[in-house]
């Protein structure tokens, strides 16, 4: 096949395409159409401030006129020239931002993608851009105005027009739409520019509004400390909605950022979504960032504004990339320094926090080290030495033993901390995986999981003599609690007023459900059960021989009443352990206590 000359041709573009594709795919709504008109027109001021020294005095403003059927909005920005407005509005992705000539100032501009404007085709049907270029004192006014079938006419316009530099950009509203009627336009403008170091105002049916409130709250000069948390809590309320517990003051220079961070006054899950403000170069970028901060802050929203973050292409989140992650590991620093700073000078304030936000801090902790670093020294946990850090528990106890659940710890709490061993309270959400996290941390630290055999190891076996005087009470108390499987022994420990201990572990309560629920089975089940028996670990009842009651009943000399009042002493350790009864354990119990009244009313 022969080939033919080649022929050049250019793209041609269909801006309804075009227009139904930012609309419905980059942006979120077509409100964004007064940020790229605002962008623009802080831009134009920017780059006129860059070549003409004189505007740098001047305290420019951008002037916003509505009226429901049109909009025009009017900035002493650096204009354009006739060729600026064929090489820069004429193409799409044109775009002065880029031009290398002004390099120094190109970091300050807004945009940079060159469709922008492209945006309020999204709410209008004709778009008219009216010029006059600071940089060429002689260049005439030129009017653009381009519709939304794609076609757009250039025509010079007499001086008197436009007799200053500065651009009027002016929309006729799409029919049946209300994007630009005054009170929309304010409330978008607000919503979008109130940081501006611009000042913008609104115009509607009566005088303009200023829009613009800067410097940021947390960058004025307050008269004091007190005045400036005032107006923070003031700005967060009216903002974000919520009355701060705290405020942070964040600082990234490397990041370009400045800000606060408030901390929330409710407790919220550490999942739920967070939503930052994100302000790039004092316009609003996004109310939603969930990638500014790190996830263990999750009881923090933040307001920033960055100068150096990437934003997307929709301009309405930011760039996840090397930068931002740089910038939210040194918010989570600062967030971190916080706490510190808290813990030190500010205990009070810190456990306010921790009222609040413990239990969330205890769940992320579980997976993040460094919260778990950070906050431990701060957490408290229930132990036998009390409500305390379980690093400085952790050096008055080796090991930790962790009672697994909450009855489990109640029923030992006393006697341990008695005997000096430590015990945490593993029964609380979260808790038992935090201290099992603890020797991961810090290999010194030995955490074991309580056994009854550590609590009755540690209490002092009888003397000899005594512990034969008592044998024949003993083997009657054995041969009585034998039908509830439970083993008798007699020991001394503190503290005294406790008269018996029932030392039981989940795994011979299990073996004790499989054994009722055989009895119960049919042969088949009843045959499966067996095969799976295993020696079955008795729970054990110990009897304090320091309790004067105790001394008594070893002493009683009736079988029947000994084996009634052992009967007693079990029952009433296993209420105290407020384990569930068994059916066989309410039969005990009522028996004994029916034996006991029977005994002190008998007449004879
Ligand atoms: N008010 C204005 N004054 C002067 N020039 C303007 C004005 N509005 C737009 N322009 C020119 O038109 C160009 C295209 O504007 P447009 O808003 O489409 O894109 P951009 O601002 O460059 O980038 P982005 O898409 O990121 O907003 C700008 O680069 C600028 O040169």
New binding site residues.
């Given amino acids: 096949m022969s080939e033919t000359t080649p022929t050049s041709h250019t793209f041609q573009v269909d801006l309804r395409g075009l227009v139904d594709l930012l609309s419905h795919h980059l942006y979120s709504s077509p409100k964004v159409y007064v940020r790229?008109?605002l962008?623009?027109?802080v831009?134009?001021v920017t780059?006129r401030r860059a070549v003409d020294p004189a505007f740098a005095e001047e305290a420019p403003e951008v002037r916003i006129v509505a009226d429901g059927k049109r909009l025009r909005?009017t900035?002493p920005?650096?204009?354009?020239t006739v060729a600026?407005v064929h090489q820069?509005?004429a193409t799409?992705g044109?775009?002065?931002?880029?031009d290398e000539e002004i390099e120094g100032a190109r970091r300050d501009?807004?945009?940079?993608?060159?469709?922008?404007?492209?945006?309020c085709f999204t709410v209008a049907s004709v778009i008219t851009?009216t010029?006059r270029s600071a940089k060429d004192p002689e260049a005439g006014a030129v009017r653009w105005t381009a519709c939304d079938d794609g076609s757009y006419t250039v025509v010079e316009v007499p001086l008197d027009e436009h007799p200053r530099a500065?651009?009027t950009?002016e929309l006729v509203s799409r029919p049946g739409e209300d994007w630009l009627k005054p009170e929309k336009v304010a409330e978008l403008a607000r919503e979008y520019g109130s940081l501006l170091p611009v000042r913008v105002t609104v115009e509607g049916d009566g005088a303009p509004v200023r829009i613009t409130d800067t410097p940021p709250v947390w960058e004025r000069a307050h008269p004091t400390p007190t005045a400036r948390r005032l107006a923070l809590n003031t700005y967060c309320e009216s903002v974000m909605g919520f009355p701060p517990l705290d405020v942070i003051d964040l600082d990234v220079p490397l990041s370009g950022i400045k800000g606060v961070a408030f901390v929330l006054p409710h407790a919220t899950s550490p999942s739920a979504r967070p939503a930052h403000r994100v302000h790039l170069k004092r316009m609003l970028l996004t109310e939603t960032a969930d990638n500014l901060v790190p996830e263990w802050a999750f009881f923090v929203r933040c307001v920033v504004d960055t100068d150096s973050l990437r934003p997307t292409a929709s301009?309405e989140s930011l760039y996840d990339d090397e930068a931002l992650a740089v910038a939210r590991d040194a918010i989570g620093a600062q967030i971190r320094e916080w706490i510190s700073r808290l813990a030190s000078a500010d205990p009070d304030r810190l456990e306010a926090f921790l009222a609040v936000h413990e239990l969330g801090v205890k769940a992320l902790a579980r997976h993040d080290a460094e919260l778990l670093s950070a906050m431990l020294p701060w957490l408290r946990f229930e132990t036998t030495a009390g409500h305390t850090s379980l690093p400085e528990f952790a050096r008055a106890y080796k090991p930790i033993y962790l009672a697994a659940t909450v009855d489990e710890y109640r029923q030992v709490a006393q006697i341990a901390a008695a005997q000096g061993i430590g015990v945490v309270n593993g029964g609380y959400t979260y808790d038992a995986e935090l201290v099992q996290a603890l020797p991961r941390m810090d290999p010194q630290i030995k955490v074991e999981s309580l056994q009854p055999g550590v609590i009755s190891a540690s209490l002092d076996p009888l003397d000899t003599r005594t512990e034969l005087g008592i044998q024949a009470f003993l083997n009657a108390a054995r041969a009585r609690l034998d039908a509830v499987d439970v083993d008798v022994v007699m020991r001394e420990f503190n503290p005294v007023s406790v008269p018996a201990l029932l030392l039981d572990d989940r795994e011979a309560r299990r073996e004790r459900q499989r054994a009722e629920a055989e009895v119960q089975a049919d042969d088949l089940w009843g045959g499966i059960l067996a095969s799976i028996k295993q020696h079955a670990p008795r729970a054990q009842l110990v009897l304090n021989h320091r309790n004067p009651t105790v001394r008594r009943v070893s002493a009683i000399g009736d079988p029947d009443l000994a084996g009634t009042a052992v009967e007693s002493l079990y029952g009433q350790a296993l209420l105290m352990s407020r384990r569930p009864l068994r059916s066989t354990d309410t039969a005990l119990l009522n028996r004994s206590f029916m034996n006991l009244l029977e005994h002190v009313t008998r007449t004879d």
């Fill in positions: 790229e008109l962008q623009n027109a831009d134009a780059a909005i900035d920005g650096v204009g354009l600026e820069l509005l799409i044109g775009s002065s931002k880029r501009f807004l945009g940079q993608f060159g469709i922008g404007l492209l945006a851009v010029s500065g651009t950009v301009r």
